[in-house]
């Protein structure tokens, strides 16, 4: 082995050499976990939407009803408090 070689060799490949490896930090592990989650999350989503027993169509205008249900129900509670007070 030359002393070429030698300068090439970094902390990762001597610790492969002896059998060991570098321990994982905590923040790269949460962000790895927190990926795979997220991940996973978008591909249930969306095969829960492939999935549905709704056409597109039909399942975007339930959800758009269900938000104007929400906000009316939301803005008639605070038009009752205004007139309370």
């Not at 902390?11 to 994982?24: S, Y």
Request: charged share 35%; hydrophobic share 40%; no cysteine.
């Amino acid at each position: 082995m030359t002393l070429r070689k030698l300068k090439d060799i970094d902390m990762d490949d001597f610790l492969g050499v002896i059998g060991l490896e570098r321990k994982a930090s905590l923040p790269r592990w949460l962000l790895e976990t927190l990926g795979l989650f997220g991940l996973g999350v978008a591909v249930g989503a969306g095969v829960a939407l492939l999935m549905a027993p709704k056409s597109g169509r039909e399942l975007r205008d339930d959800i758009r009803h269900q938000v104007r249900r929400v906000t009316r129900s939301d803005h008639d509670k605070e038009v009752v408090t205004r007139t309370e007070h």
